[in-house]
């Protein structure tokens, strides 16, 4: 069975200290996210994920999701687990009260999604799944249907999924082949999809399936994908279910990890063609995916965060149970806990330091996602959209990878008895392998950040953001704690080596724009470890703040600022390994021909 417990009183510190939960609860529509209830929902929260959610996590993956004659189960206590979330309200959190949402902030949801995805992340894709389906139809639907679809998706009484990939196209969505044709007011869809989460499962009566098809006359390429809402059950006038779809589930994928979550093969159109509702215009369907794609790669993201935080958990209370060896340097005496010994200790801190590290980036990237959509100054909201554009690929590519080597140095804590599967250990790395490939594998992140996000507007975004954090250096020069200027130093030398980086790949981009594509992946996670050590010090500066005014958990705020001089000691300093990787290794990237290789 798995432990879990959200870390609220570092959620919430996060929030207010680094996320400026204030300024967003001033937004138009946010008012009612105050402190008090902010505090309220996480603990709620908390005891779902811990006392409901956890406990099916190892379950879940043991039994798995099972398929028969295209019916597909969920393992047992799914159900009941799914009615819990959805009787509550969680999955209406932070949707438009328009359509029975509760209009809660992103930020608090992204709080949210962090504990669903450490108790349980298999479980906490269907929520996530339905969340970008309600996102693309409140976008780019009909008000028909936007009141047909989004009461029932927005509830959880009905989930929603995404169909994108196929087998010959991958993330070359320009090459899918699924078919829409015009058939009165609906089209029929006919194709095949694969890897598609929750495609089909047990837990609602009906699942809002949106499809990239392409239309007989569609131009060739991107510019030729439509979207298309295919329910699994039609929808009456009335609102009630009407006739099963020609639509169906062939098999589950055997996967490396996630095995609770049925992801399925879909077939559309084996008899008379899937009936598909268009949404928005023809051929405009790739546009309106990317549309959402800022809010899906955040979220996943949230995962890679919340995997980090289950994989230091269960390393630290194993650290702390486990006796092994003495005390280094005693030579009698009882035997110790191995959370005693120097490396445990190192290996336990770097967990503790990029998990922080990458709950503040994401919570951070929530608040701009916020502002972006509320801020009321257009101007300022075109600004905050330019931020969050350029934080989305460092938000999921850099922090995905970090979860990953959380989970798998988690497993080295526990040494041996990580690599069993009865410590809960190693399901956590199977799960977290997914987190850097969908939604945009981190290649696609990187090209993203250096073609889209810098090369594009010759780094001014960059600029400004650069500018920002170093409008913290006055603040740590006035404070009096050395550890506080040893951050500083290391900070500002991450700071320089993103600028130096940014230079490079400006000048680089003319002599052969290969070279920022080979050094595209060095350069998130440059990038991403600076922000994360901007993020880390100025945690380090508001504990600082918080025991000199005598406020607080002593404790607290002191393990913060040790925590944020591990991360400037042993994070920051690999800036210069990034940048090194960037100016003098593109080119011997791309010394080998394809042949060579």
């Not at 590519?397 to 190693?426: K, N, R």
Request: with cysteine.
């Amino acid at each position: 069975m798995s432990v879990y417990t959200a870390p609220v009183a570092e959620m919430e510190f996060v929030l207010n200290e680094l996320a400026d939960l204030r300024g967003v609860s001033e937004l138009p529509g946010f008012e009612e996210a105050t402190p008090d209830l902010v505090r309220a929902v996480l603990e709620e929260a908390g005891k779902l994920a811990g006392e409901v959610l956890a406990p099916l996590n190892q379950s879940g993956d043991q039994q798995g999701a099972r398929v028969n004659d295209g019916q597909v189960q969920t393992p047992d206590g799914w159900i009941e687990a799914y009615r819990t979330f959805v009787d509550a309200g969680w999955n209406s959190l932070g949707f438009d009260p328009q359509y029975g949402g509760q209009g809660l902030p992103w930020l608090l949801s992204s709080a949210i999604q962090e504990m669903w995805s450490s108790s349980n992340l298999a479980f906490g894709l269907c929520p996530l799944l339905t969340q970008g389906a309600v996102h693309a139809l409140q976008l780019h639907g009909s008000k028909a249907q936007r009141d047909t679809y989004l009461p029932n998706l927005v509830s959880g009484e009905w989930t929603g999924t995404m169909n994108l990939t196929e087998p010959q196209a991958g993330s070359d969505l320009g090459a899918v082949r699924t078919r829409a044709e015009r058939d009165g007011d609906h089209y029929r869809i006919t194709g095949q999809k694969i890897f598609i989460t929750y495609g089909e499962h047990d837990l609602t009566e009906n699942i809002i399936h949106l499809v990239l098809a392409r239309l007989s006359d569609a131009p060739a390429g991107v510019k030729g994908i439509s979207l298309f809402i295919v329910p699994k059950h039609l929808v009456n006038a009335d609102g009630t279910l009407g006739a099963r779809n020609d639509v169906r589930c062939v098999s589950l994928e055997h996967k490396l990890g996630i095995h609770a979550s049925p992801t399925a093969v879909m077939s559309y159109g084996d008899n008379d063609g899937a009936i598909g509702f268009l949404v928005g215009e023809e051929n405009r369907g790739l546009e309106y995916m990317f549309s959402m794609m800022n809010l899906a790669r955040h979220s996943v993201g949230l995962q890679g965060v919340g995997i980090a935080e289950m994989a230091y958990q269960q390393a630290r209370d194993f650290a702390a149970q486990r006796v092994q060896g003495r005390v280094l340097g005693a030579r009698d005496g009882d035997r110790t806990t191995i959370n005693n010994h120097p490396d445990v200790r190192r290996m336990l801190m770097s967990m503790r330091a990029r998990t922080e590290a990458i709950r503040a980036l994401n919570y951070y990237t929530g608040a701009v996602f916020d502002k972006a959509q509320r801020t009321g100054d257009e101007g300022e909201r075109q600004r905050q959209q330019a931020l969050l554009d350029l934080l989305i690929p460092i938000a999921k590519g850099w922090t995905t990878e970090l979860g990953v080597d959380i989970a798998s140095l988690g497993i080295q804590v526990h040494g041996g008895m990580g690599y069993m599967e009865e410590t809960g250990a190693a399901q956590v790395l199977r799960d977290s392998r997914i987190t850097p490939i969908y939604e945009g594998t981190t290649g696609i992140q990187a090209g993203d950040l250096i073609g889209r996000k810098i090369l594009r507007d010759g780094g001014a975004v960059l600029d400004e953001f650069l500018n920002q954090m170093r409008s913290l250096d006055n603040e740590l020069g006035a404070a009096t704690d050395a550890s506080l200027q040893r951050i500083r130093a290391a900070l500002d030398d991450g700071i320089d080596a993103v600028a130096q980086a940014k230079d490079w790949l400006l000048e680089a981009a003319g002599r052969d724009p290969r070279l920022p594509a080979a050094a595209s992946v060095p350069m998130l996670h440059l990038f991403g470890t600076v922000t994360g050590g901007w993020l880390m010090a100025r945690a380090a500066l508001a504990a600082r703040r918080k025991l000199d005014a005598n406020e607080g958990d002593r404790d607290f705020y002191q393990a913060k600022i040790a925590t944020a001089e591990f991360f400037a000691s042993h994070e920051l300093p690999q800036s210069q390994g990034h940048l090194r990787a960037i100016r003098d290794g593109s080119e011997v990237t791309l010394a080998l021909a394809a042949e060579q290789l």
